[in-house]
């Protein structure tokens, strides 16, 4: 269960907050001050922290800057301010994003979510909105998690390492099963037809392409463009 540091002196934001990352089923550590959430992250080593600007004691961006000189811990900043100059500083001062007041809750959480992904596994292969991380072999498409079977993953990783190119069926079946599968083998056919299925159950319309004669490709998607 991942450990959320929350420094917020709003009881009643905070409640909120913690409310909803509760119920999305994740350990949520209150501090009320910049100097307690600075002893409550270095005591319990949070996944991410959750930090709002205006604190009594320290301003918000000191505390990032104290948090990010000894740990590269995510920092999800909110902010009243919406000036460009002010979220720019924010990212400078060691904040990995930042989300403005007032806020939806399903927003901020899959903000978190993001933050935590890219902690858990940098390397990532991305065409548009669409990701796949190797190491955890996880796809999603925003927000959403593409559940795929091991040959599926495998099929949509070789295709993802190469965006736009267009992979011919013997080199594909080559790589994916080790072996070319025979002219009359329809296997290749069938994962690709369930792949594309699950990709536009996500939302991911028209990446997964079929250039006849030729092959696949993956390509950023348009509307329900697909070739």
Do not use: C
């Not at 205006?54 to 800057?65: F, I, K, M, S, T």
Request: no cysteine; glycine share 8%; aromatic share 6%.
């Amino acid at each position: 269960m991942k450990r959320i540091l929350l420094i917020e002196d709003d009881a009643e934001v905070a409640r909120l907050v913690e409310l909803e990352l509760k119920e999305a089923g994740f350990t949520v550590e209150w501090a009320k001050s910049g100097m307690e959430g600075l002893v409550k992250h270095r005591e319990r080593k949070p996944d991410l922290v959750v930090l709002d600007l205006g604190l009594p004691d320290l301003d918000g961006a000191e505390v990032a800057r104290r948090i990010r000189a000894t740990d590269d811990t995510p920092i999800l900043v909110l902010t009243a301010q919406d000036a460009v100059e002010r979220k720019v500083g924010l990212l400078s001062d060691g904040a990995d994003d930042y989300l403005v007041k007032p806020f939806h809750p399903a927003e901020l959480l899959a903000r978190i979510q993001v933050q935590l992904r890219h902690r858990e596994g940098s390397e990532v292969l991305s065409v548009g909105r669409l990701e796949l991380y190797p190491k955890r072999r996880q796809v999603f498409f925003g927000e959403k998690e593409v559940r795929l079977s091991p040959k599926e993953f495998e099929l949509l990783h070789l295709l993802m390492s190469r965006p736009g190119r267009v992979f011919p069926r013997q080199e594909i079946e080559e790589k994916v099963w080790g072996k070319s599968l025979g002219r009359d083998s329809n296997v290749l056919d069938v994962h690709v037809a369930n792949l594309r299925a699950k990709l536009r159950e996500a939302g991911a319309y028209g990446y997964l392409r079929t250039v006849r004669g030729l092959g696949y490709a993956v390509r950023p998607g348009r509307g329900e463009e697909e070739t």
